[in-house]
């Protein structure tokens, strides 16, 4: 009698807790279902086909081993489009979060009319790659674009900016740090006006200077802000396509031919999925590493408040 | 009205150590039963578990008659009131109130005027229509006191529900819960760290330490026999002075701290057989000495802090390797670093076996009476 | 602060602004000018005149594509919010076996960047036969990790004790997430809703490849059509479109920015 109500009480309390989890598995499971259908499965398939010899329908056709890889690893076009990347990468980088930190540093003034200002740097958040590319695409215009005609009314040479392989780059990078600037400037921000004001005001009470408070209290405490923007922007760069499609289409000779971009052309405009596959693989790691790198060296910055 | 009984209820998280153990308790219909202890004590765990909020992992709960243990929160007859009042922030005053009874099918016009009568019983009426954030911390404290008795479920729970207001105000509500439960005859378990709430609230209260039982009892029957010395040192403010004394059976008297004797009159010569005692005594049992006071047990000691209250004054000085404390009625001028003699009578001070922790003898001369409109001190 | 350096920062801030918005501010002029005021390099239209904006319309079904991008961003937002607040539910109110592992699951999807899954997605969305449609361009992005964080690190700002009251008042899980959970979260709702809407309304590359055709078509898309068939000749109207097409992202931003900075960085930082 004793034995069976307590095996009914343990099955009970089995019974109980399985009903927890299968309660939130019935609210995980939209998303489950979604991540393994949308992101899961698809970067194992990706996996599978860098593999392989595709047919048009992006099936496997003849298993080639890491033969993909070394082609690409041999192609000039690819380790053109890698170094493209990585250029790409350190122009747009640094000078967008030293931008965008420079903006939200006097933008966290407290001064008349502040709201209209941070409204404006922060405007580029609501633009699209397409609407922000077609509006430099004209400002990088040879003849009537805005550029050429200041470096004219200056005296100086006119310069082809998205026809010219080596001011290319440079013109899209340009274009993609104005980009992301209402971005970070809007995180950086946030960041910045979430520092205690007493630390400044103690800082004032011994006689600190705006340098010295922007060296040893708002850098510091802005870190992990910081770390995660950058972060932010890496990935960001890594996965640039809409510029490229619009302003160079990855031209000239193949100078802006940044990976997404040319994942892009090997898959849906040459039908090579297995390569594009493989180049794919290669985004999926570089985004990794950017990732491994931020949970390592970010989480231990963060300063809970 | 129900009662609430608990047999040899434990709790433990990871199966191996037990966070509350062997509770054993009736809580009778309509009482006041205040659990109180330090902070950690399992306290709060307990009521939880009473709530049906944590899992209750040995021993059985019964509600009224029947068993609890696996009974839902909503099926537990109780309501509850939290420490932080848990008020839903999008909801109005009134609705939170009547949010209960929404759940529970009541219909509108019965829902409204149950709200109606709370909230005319505490004070509300005006605030109906406010979100919980536009109310003082004293407004809010109500209406989670609203919330819990307009469902009129025969148990009340309520987990430190003054503890985040000001002392004026705490004492006001004191009172004003004690009416309360007292109008309605519900059976009411008040969880508290505060030992002044305890004794002024409690019709009786349990006092819980390391998860453990300590005394259960009417608050003032624990005052004067504390059952252990963790109990004598917990109830009462300032708390019941404790030092080491050890008895002497030739002479029939206590040294206490290696520095004043008392002796131990022939009725209580047994008391000699404990050798290694702790001596307690209340603040206000340590009087001054007067000429009369006999030499032995005068003492004179030297006051390291003094705080003159008004209507009292506090002083504390060395015994032994203890800060003990002494509070005398009334205004002193005393300074600190004043030698003040003191007396302390045998029939006012507590002994405890020092092994067991027991309670060996309590003090007994405490109590005042008034016999024949008279007076007796 | 001192007046030289009220003088200096206004001047920072003037000049920043300027240089900032100063594409907008072209592309806004020049969508009111004629061909040969922009051949001449000026910056004041003679007169503000809508010609432009029409002749926009007629060119491209823009109407059609504001609409498809209307419903597309806003089913992207409403899935997102009920996919991404149930989840965020589940991690913060309910406790079970395996949540840490779920929540790891999660939160490694983030470093799956959405370029290098796109080749399976794309022959996934043909197989459902889900090109050219409403589903194929919202429902891949339902379930979003960051959504996730997001209103999970909300619902952990609401006491616990909120929960128990309601068990203890006999409300159901459900009723519980309804009634209590989701109207006391409105702001980070309002956050993450914005957030969606303003990433797909911008969004360029998933509906380059699964629209072939006008009939889902979102206006970034009609950007580049509109880009390549007007080479360099009519820039107004191109500009025009740039305008028809930022307006609404800008006043959604306009209006949340402050909601949605503080929104994001708790999302992202905490």
Same mark, same amino acid.
């Given at each position: ?13 089995? @019974? ?47 298993? !080639? ?68 590319? !077609?509006? @430099? ?6 003849? !009537? ?13 006119? !310069?082809? @900016? ?48 705006? @340098? ?94 | ?15 191996? *150590? ?17 659990? $109180? /202890? ?18 209750? *992992? ?17 099926? =537990? ?14 909801? *109005? ?33 005006? +605030? ?56 309605? /005859? ?24 390391? /998860? ?10 624990? +005052? ?8 004598? *040192? ?44 702790? $001596?307690?005594? =209340? ?14 047990? =005068? ?11 008004? &209507? ?16 005398? &009625? ?15 009578? +045998? ?31 | ?48 005149? %809508? ?70 997605? %794309? ?50 899980? %459900?009723?519980? %997430? ?93």
């Amino acid at each position: 009698m004793k034995e069976s109500s307590v095996s009914l009480l343990a099955k009970s309390s089995i @019974w109980k807790k399985s009903l927890n989890a299968r309660t939130a598995l019935l609210y995980l499971f939209p998303s489950i279902l979604l991540f393994s259908v949308f992101v899961f499965y698809p970067m194992f398939r990706t996996i599978y086909l860098s593999f392989f010899l595709t047919d048009q329908h992006g099936s496997a056709a003849l298993f !080639v081993g890491l033969e993909n890889y070394t082609y690409l690893l041999e192609s000039q076009a690819f380790r053109n489009s890698i170094k493209a990347t990585i250029l790409f990468v350190l122009y747009t980088v640094p000078a967008g979060v030293i931008l965008a930190l420079f903006l939200a540093l006097i933008a966290n003034e407290k001064l008349r009319g502040i709201g209209f200002f941070r409204t404006i740097y922060s405007s580029t958040m609501g633009i699209s790659v397409a609407a922000s590319s !077609v509006v @430099w695409l004209f400002l990088f215009h040879p003849s !009537v674009g805005m550029f050429n005609r200041f470096l004219s009314l200056m005296n100086l040479p006119e !310069v082809q @900016w998205l026809l010219d392989p080596d001011w290319a780059l440079l013109s899209v990078s340009i274009s993609t740090i104005w980009l992301n600037t209402g971005f970070s400037f809007l995180i950086l921000l946030g960041g910045l006006q979430n520092i205690d004001g007493y630390l400044y005001e103690s800082a004032k009470i011994d006689g600190a200077g705006y @340098w010295y408070q922007l060296r040893r209290i708002t850098i510091p405490m802005l870190s992990p802000t910081l770390f995660f923007i950058i972060t932010i922007s890496l990935i960001n760069a890594f996965q640039s396509f809409g510029q490229i499609d619009i302003l160079t289409k990855g031209g000239p000779s193949q100078a802006t031919n940044l990976i997404v971009y040319s994942i892009y052309r090997e898959a849906f405009v040459n039908y090579q999925f297995g390569t594009a596959s493989a180049q794919a693989v290669f985004l999926f790691l570089c985004i990794l590493i950017v990732t491994i790198l931020q949970f390592k060296f970010g989480e231990r910055k963060v300063h809970y408040q | 009205m129900k009662k609430v009984e608990l047999l040899n209820v434990s709790k433990t998280y990871d199966k191996k *150590t037990e966070v509350i153990s062997n509770i054993n308790v009736t809580i009778e219909p309509g009482e006041f039963f205040v659990l $109180v /202890g330090p902070s950690g004590c399992g306290k709060s765990t307990m009521l939880r578990m009473i709530a049906g909020l944590e899992d209750i *992992t040995g021993g059985i709960l019964r509600i009224g008659e029947k068993e609890a243990n696996h009974l839902p929160p909503s099926k =537990r007859d109780i309501s509850m009131v939290f420490q932080n009042y848990a008020l839903y922030p999008h909801l *109005t005053v009134m609705e939170n109130i009547v949010f209960g009874l929404h759940v529970k099918k009541i219909p509108k016009l019965e829902r409204k005027t149950r709200c109606n009568d709370v909230a005319a019983m505490l004070g509300l009426s005006e +605030y109906l229509n406010r979100k919980p954030r536009e109310l003082s911390g004293g407004q809010r404290q109500r209406v989670a006191l609203a919330r819990a008795i307009v469902n009129e479920a025969p148990i009340c729970l309520m987990d430190e529900p003054l503890s985040n207001l000001d002392a004026k105000l705490r004492a006001h509500m004191r009172s004003e819960i004690r009416q309360i439960q007292r109008r309605l /005859g519900i059976t009411m378990i008040y969880v508290t760290h505060d030992q002044v709430e305890a004794m002024t609230m409690g019709d009786r209260i349990m006092i819980l330490h390391d /998860g453990k039982i300590q005394q259960i009892g009417k608050p003032i029957d624990i +005052y004067n026999h504390p059952a252990n010395p963790f109990v004598a *040192t917990f109830i009462g403010s300032p708390p019941m002075n404790i030092a080491e004394g050890v008895m002497n059976e030739m002479q029939s008297e206590i040294l206490i701290a290696d520095i004043c004797k008392i002796k131990i009159p022939d009725e209580d010569s047994r008391l000699l057989q404990t050798k290694q005692v702790l $001596v307690g005594i =209340r603040p206000e049992h340590i009087k001054a000495a007067s000429k009369e006071t006999s030499h032995e047990s =005068r003492m004179v000691v030297e006051a390291i802090n003094v705080e003159i209250l008004g &209507n009292e004054t506090i002083f504390s000085f060395k015994v032994g390797g203890h800060e003990w404390m002494a509070k005398w &009625n009334g205004q002193w001028r005393l300074q600190v670093g004043d030698r003040i003699p003191i007396q302390m009578k +045998y029939e006012s001070i507590c002994l405890f076996d020092r092994k067991t922790n027991e309670r060996i003898k309590a003090p007994t001369d405490i109590e005042n009476f008034i016999l024949d409109k008279e007076v007796f001190l | 602060m001192s007046f030289p350096k009220k003088i200096v920062f206004y001047f920072l801030l003037l000049f920043s602004a300027f240089l900032l918005f100063f594409p907008v501010m072209y592309a806004f002029m020049i969508s009111f000018m004629t061909g040969g005021e922009i051949m001449q390099g000026k910056f004041f239209p003679q007169t503000f005149t %809508f010609d432009n904006y029409f002749r926009v319309f007629e060119r491209l079904p823009l109407m059609k594509y504001l609409i498809n991008s209307f419903v597309v961003s806003a089913g992207v937002m409403i899935g997102q919010l009920i996919v991404c607040s149930m989840a965020a539910y589940a991690f913060v109110f309910i406790s079970f076996k395996g949540r840490d592992f779920i929540f790891f699951l999660f939160i490694s999807t983030m470093m799956i960047p959405w370029e290098a899954t796109m080749i399976p997605n %794309f022959f996934t969305i043909q197989k459902l036969d889900w090109t050219n449609t409403y589903q194929g361009l919202t429902v891949p992005f339902f379930a979003l990790a960051f959504g996730t964080f997001l209103l999970r690190q909300h619902f952990k700002t609401i006491p616990k004790e909120l929960f128990e009251a309601s068990q203890i008042a006999g409300l159901s899980r %459900f009723a519980f %997430f309804w009634r209590v959970i989701l109207p006391v979260s409105k702001t980070s709702l309002v956050t993450l809703g914005a957030y969606g809407f303003l990433t797909t309304w911008n969004m360029y590359l998933w509906p380059l490849l699964v629209t072939n055709n006008d009939q889902v078509r979102t206006v970034q898309i009609g950007l580049k059509q509109l880009q390549s068939q007007e080479v360099a000749t009519e820039w107004g109207v191109v500009m025009a479109g740039v305008i028809v097409v930022i307006i609404p992202t800008l006043l959604l931003l306009f209006i949340g920015q402050k909601q949605l900075q503080k929104g994001l960085t708790q999302g992202a930082l905490k």
